[in-house]
């Protein structure tokens, strides 16, 4: 069992935490308007230089006086007389040079991605919070690995990892209560590095919970870990002994029956033998019977093949992104053939051997669903295991949300069918739009467990559709999400949520060196769960910084409709202008060279918005409510802007694909270019027949090469892409109200599109 005093340790370390809790609970988080979020920034242009430089030198005082502090009569080794020393002196010049060297060098070639100008790939500036809390604590170099070397920010990332599944709705269990309700399901949830390695995790959880029946039913075979049990042990929730399921219903037990059967093992190994606890049954049944023990080729040969099961696969819409490729290779599952008709994924000697089957997608670039229940059909009607099926909460290319309450009734009614059930595990990859979550979270405080309706659809710029689909993430069986995305928190921080905590005992791995026995499963004592998180999953060591950067940025910023919300809310907002902004320019500009052609189509004429929106004061905080009311419909489901630009003198594929691959080249960053050469910066994508099926590329090829070209010889099409995350392109100053995207981005980008046409 864990030690007295490092769970004592813990304790006092949440204690003190828990007491900043309360008084920040007491004071209250106001509600602010937009300049308020002038104060948890750095600034676009470095305004808040006094406010941050003196943050920041307090930390490092801070940090310095109490090491001299701490043991005051410990001697010193860096003497007056050492630093009056050559060797000394050399050894600080050096420190100061090649400092200056680096900071030249990366404020030189880095690109600007906290400018107003950078309207790229999904990253902006950090929020002034995070940045002090992952500078404080890098200067500590905590490990995470186990509470041994991080006995604070441990502490700290089980606090922001519950903040994180309390504002995806999840039921958290408070870290210092170590028992919790017996009948109730907890989630668990840690940090990762980033959005791929958690990806990668779920689709191991959930391989290991598809086979741990099959392995419970081989421990109960004479001469093993469970034959005592054989006359005795049931399926959880049905009256039928275990022994008498075939291989084909215990692939499809649901994930809360698989979990229940530790403790419903226990429970008869304590009525008939020595004493049993439940971390002697996790332990014996991971160790000798999970597929991580025996292998993938053990239940081939002992199940899958004796009753002519076909290979086991995972379901992803083709607009997933590539880490679930990477997770299918590695976990040797295979990532699938490319490039099928839809009418083949419905085959079942095509998919056969398939591992990663992808499902093609609508026009908008949503999981087509009708189809994703063929596919499903037809994976039950051949006895071919489906482990998970995969639903994307903000696709990187498109910012499109999933049809996600669509994914989970058809669950249900697969669970509910006549001839039998079929279970699989759902996970929402919101690795990018898990934040968007706090445009709707109801306001709430860390570590405290709310009861009722933890949602609210009112005040935002999304469309319903988006609010339906986001909020049945607690739905799920486990939730990426990414804090150093729409969470505006420095790289590394990512997150993984399982909804049944009792999933990481799958996935548990211990070492002498950091094992600190303490299960963390209801097994009662005082103190908290400081359970080894580097025990669980597949990191290891893991920075201290990025629990301490999550754990500030929220406190100061809290992750519902009263804080970071209102960051998230007004990116929304200045992406759908931007979006009006584009698709407008035909009508402002109509002796412009070139058109734009919106990846998400107006539903209405845009020149009727012209006026109003390229003439009217849109910088009030009111704004224009002729105007407003019909933003929250238009663009896509997240603020992920794509569009394409077309030569008026030739449509065709081959100028439209140069010509947008040189608008990229001239509005990027090349490795070796100082930044200065370059005023707005984009980023590029291209979408791939193959990848996204006849139904998106017809459609939008139609709309891109009006008539010229026959859609269905279409193979790929290029795409601008702009992900507007700053909350202020609306609301600059420059003497007076400044909109950013009208007097900057817009033009330039104008002068670039027709520069390149004349050529």
Not at 261 to 289: A, F, H, M
Not at 403 to 418: C, M, W
Not at 560 to 567: A, L, P
Not at 581 to 591: C, N, Q
Request: aromatic content about 10%; some cysteine; glycine content about 8%.
């Amino acid at each position: 069992m864990e030690s007295a005093r490092g769970r004592v340790i813990s304790k006092r370390v949440f204690d003190e935490i828990k007491s900043h809790l309360i008084k920040q609970v007491e004071k209250g988080f106001e509600f602010f308007d937009h300049k308020e979020v002038a104060g948890w920034f750095m600034g676009t242009r470095g305004e808040n230089i006094t406010e941050v430089s003196g943050i920041i030198t307090s930390a490092l005082v801070d940090m310095l006086i109490s090491r001299r502090e701490l043991f005051p009569k410990d001697p010193n080794y860096i003497t007056e007389d050492v630093k009056s020393s050559v060797g000394y002196k050399r050894g600080i010049q050096s420190v100061i040079d090649q400092s200056q060297h680096l900071l030249r060098l990366l404020n030189k070639y880095s690109l600007p991605m906290y400018s107003l100008r950078y309207q790229g790939h999904m990253t902006w500036d950090i929020t002034l919070p995070s940045m002090v809390g992952y500078f404080a604590a890098m200067l500590q170099n905590q490990n995470n690995v186990t509470p041994q070397a991080s006995p604070a920010t441990t502490v700290l990332e089980l606090l922001v990892c519950n903040d994180i599944a309390n504002m995806a709705g999840f039921t958290i269990q408070p870290i210092d209560d170590d028992s919790g309700d017996k009948d109730t399901i907890y989630a668990w949830s840690h940090l990762s590095c980033d959005g791929t390695v958690a990806n990668i995790e779920s689709m191991w959880a959930a391989r290991e919970l598809k086979f741990f029946p099959l392995g419970i039913k081989y421990a109960l075979n004479k001469g093993q870990y469970l034959e005592d049990l054989v006359d005795t042990l049931k399926i959880p929730g049905e009256d039928r002994l275990y022994r008498d399921a075939t291989a084909w219903e215990l692939l499809n037990l649901r994930q809360d029956q698989i979990l229940d059967l530790p403790e419903q093992i226990c429970e008869q190994k304590q009525r008939t033998g020595p004493q049993t606890t439940i971390s002697d049954v996790w332990k014996n049944l991971t160790d000798g019977y999970s597929l991580n023990a025996r292998g993938i080729n053990f239940f081939e040969s002992q199940y899958l093949e004796k009753e002519y099961i076909c290979p086991p696969c995972v379901i992803v819409p083709s607009t997933k992104h590539y880490s679930w490729i990477k997770a299918a290779s590695l976990l040797g599952i295979g990532h699938g053939q490319k490039g099928l008709k839809e009418k083949e994924l419905v085959n079942i000697d095509v998919i056969k051997n398939d591992g990663l089957i992808n499902v093609y997608v609508d026009p908008e670039g949503k999981v087509k669903t009708d189809l994703l229940n063929g596919v499903l059909r037809t994976c039950k009607e051949n006895k071919k295991p489906v482990v998970m099926v995969v639903g994307v909460m903000g696709t990187t290319e498109e910012g499109a949300v999933d049809p996600l309450e669509k994914i989970l009734q058809q669950r249900e009614q697969f669970r509910n069918d006549a001839t039998g059930s079929f279970e699989y595990v759902i996970h929402a990859d919101a690795a990018w739009g898990g934040y968007f979550l706090s445009c709707f979270r109801k306001p709430f405080e860390m570590e405290k467990q709310d009861k009722g309706d933890r949602f609210e659809n009112q005040h935002n710029w999304f469309r319903d559709s988006v609010y339906t689909s986001m909020t049945k993430i607690p739905e799920c069986d486990s939730v990426t999400i990414d804090p150093h995305k729409m969470g505006y928190i420095p790289y590394p921080a990512g997150t993984l949520t399982y909804k049944n905590g009792k999933i990481v005992n799958l996935l548990t791995f211990s070492a002498p060196y950091i094992s600190s026995g303490h299960s963390g499963s209801g097994s009662g004592g005082s103190g908290i769960n400081t359970r080894n998180i580097g025990e669980c999953g597949i990191e290891g060591s893991k920075s201290g910084a990025a629990a301490a950067c999550v754990y500030l940025s929220h406190m100061v910023i809290r992750p519902d409709r009263r804080g970071h919300g209102k960051i998230v809310n007004q990116s929304m907002l200045n992406s759908k202008l931007f979006y009006l902004y584009l698709g407008s320019l035909k009508h402002k500009h109509p002796k412009d060279k070139f058109e734009v052609v919106m990846f998400n189509e107006p539903e209405t004429d845009l020149a009727a918005y012209q006026k109003l929106l390229w003439e009217s004061d849109l910088n009030t905080e009111d704004g224009s409510n002729q105007l407003f009311e019909v933003l929250k419909n238009i663009a896509g489901d997240q603020n992920i802007i794509d569009y394409i630009f077309v030569d008026k003198k030739d449509r065709s594929s081959v100028r439209t694909q140069e010509l947008n691959n040189r608008v990229f080249e001239k509005l990027t960053l090349e490795p070796g270019q100082p930044v200065e050469e370059q005023d707005i910066f984009v980023s590029k994508t291209t979408f791939h027949r193959n990848e996204y099926g006849d139904d998106f590329m017809n459609t939008l090829a139609r709309r891109v090469y009006q008539g010229c070209e026959d859609p269905n010889n279409i193979e790929q099409i290029p795409c601008i892409r702009s992900v507007i995350m700053d909350p202020w392109a609306i609301f600059t100053h420059a003497g007076k109200r400044h909109n950013f995207f009208v007097e900057i981005f817009i033009p330039r980008l104008r002068e670039v599109v027709n520069g390149l046409c004349k050529k």
